[in-house]
Structure formats: structure tokens, C-alpha cells
T-cell receptor
Framework: DTAVSQTPKYLVTQMGNDKSIKCEQN?????MYWYKQDSKKFLKIMFS???????INETVPNRFSPKSPDKAHLNLHINSLELGDSAVYFC????????????FGNGTRLTVT | AQSVSQHNHHVILSEAASLELGCNYS??????LFWYVQYPGQHLQLLLK??????LVKGIKGFEAEFIKSKFSFNLRKPSVQWSDTAEYFC????????????FGAGTRLFVKA
């Protein structure tokens, strides 16, 4: 049973296009996140949601729009893709609380050409 | 704001060697600290965590970490590494944000020679 699943696994697209990544968790967690991992493996938080509400928006360009239809889903839509958006995007979830570890999905490798 | 620094970006060891990866954080209050591992081509998985109590915490696969408050450090150790430990290791801190923001260090790439 996959705990945090995201689709697609790979996404290759051209500059200027719009794309979406979907994420679902079956762990019953209240909090979900999007992280971006660049080519040097550096992980940076983009968004966190708690019970469908946006809690953290880490100065991400407004071309990125997360949507949480319910607390088990957090999707990421990206408009007008740019070369610099190429990265691996990880969805994660956790129980609420500072000592709760993150459970990560398998990542979506986005390549913008 | 919190930050995490990992001193070693690349580490190469032979099998059976001992491992210590450094991690320092900056935050003056109560912290929750984590080590995650990312095997090649995979997602991050939790190795161990510390939030209170015994400062020496044990995790999966023989890893342990020691929280030293006075040094703002949370170093990861393993007495004897195996080839299968080849991976990227990330130190992380979650503090002062109600649990909604885990900050990661830049990662340490470990390569274990067979």
C-alpha cells in the first residue's frame, strides 16, 4: 500500500506550458506539503497545508498554485513553465506537530525544455 | 529563522569504516531534529528523530545520532557502514512554526566502496 503517491513520475514539457502534479496520502494525516529538490539535491519547502488550508507559502512565484480539495489530496498546478522550474517535486504529509516526521512521495521529475 | 548546515558534502568510505556526519542548526528554542536518507532514485525516508529525552537516539539500520544542545549539533553516526548505505543523508529541523515547516540541510552524499 503506497502511503503518499504522486503522479506523474516524469514530466517533460516545453517552456510556457501549464502542467499539474497530483498527490494523495492514505495515512490520515492532516498536513501536506510540496518540496522542490534542485539538481544539487537541495530540498526547499514550497507550501504546507493543514486541513485544506494554506499555512506556509515560501515566497513561491504565483505561477505555482497548490490546491487541496480535501485533506488527503494536495495538487500542484504550474502555469507558464520556465527552464528554472526543472527539478524533482516531492509531496509529503505528516501529522500535525513539530515532532512529526514527514512521509514523502516518490517525487515527480519535471524537465522543462 | 531556523537554518541547518551540514559540513560534509561528499564522503567516501570503505565498507566497515565508521561514519560520522556533522549537522548544526540555528534556533534558540526547543527543536525537533531529524535525519532522513535518500537512496539513489528514491524518496526520502526517516532514519531517526529527536524531540526530547535521551540525547542519544537510535534509528533504523544501525544509525544513531547525538543531540548536543550546547553545540547546536545533531551528528549522525554508524559504527560500520555497508555498501548499501550509499545514499544522500539530510539533517532537518522543525521548530517554531507550529509544525508546518521542516527545514533541510544541503545534504551529504555518502559513497561506500565495496
Amino acid at each position: 500500500d503506497t502511503a503518499v503517491s504522486q503522479t506523474p513520475k516524469y514530466l517533460v514539457t516545453q517552456m510556457g506550458n501549464d502542467k499539474s502534479i497530483k498527490c494523495e496520502q492514505n495515512l490520515g494525516h492532516d498536513t501536506m506539503y510540496w518540496y522542490k529538490q534542485d539538481s544539487k539535491k537541495f530540498l526547499k519547502i514550497m507550501f504546507s497545508y493543514n486541513n485544506k488550508e494554506l499555512i506556509i507559502n515560501e515566497t513561491v512565484p504565483n505561477r505555482f498554485s497548490p490546491k487541496s480539495p480535501d485533506k488527503a489530496h494536495l495538487n500542484l498546478h504550474i502555469n507558464s513553465l520556465e527552464l528554472g522550474d526543472s527539478a524533482v517535486y516531492f509531496c509529503a504529509s505528516s501529522q500535525r506537530g513539530e515532532n512529526s516526521p514527514l512521509h514523502f512521495g516518490n517525487g515527480t521529475r519535471l524537465t522543462v525544455t | 529563522a531556523q537554518s541547518v548546515s551540514q559540513h560534509n558534502h561528499h564522503v567516501i568510505l570503505s565498507e566497515a569504516a565508521s561514519l560520522e556526519l556533522g549537522c548544526n542548526y540555528s534556533y534558540g528554542g526547543t527543536v525537533n531534529l531529524f535525519w532522513y536518507v535518500q537512496y539513489p532514485g528514491q524518496h526520502l525516508q526517516l532514519l531517526l528523530k529527536y524531540f526530547s529525552g535521551d540525547p542519544l537516539v537510535k534509528g533504523i539500520k544501525g544509525f544513531e545520532a547525538e543531540f548536543i544542545k550546547s553545540k547546536f549539533s545533531f551528528n549522525l553516526r554508524k559504527p560500520s557502514v555497508q555498501w548499501s548505505d550509499t545514499a544522500e543523508y539530510f539533517c532537518a529541523v522543525n521548530a517554531g512554526t507550529g509544525g508546518f515547516k521542516t527545514i533541510f540541510g544541503a545534504g551529504t552524499r555518502l559513497f561506500v566502496k565495496a
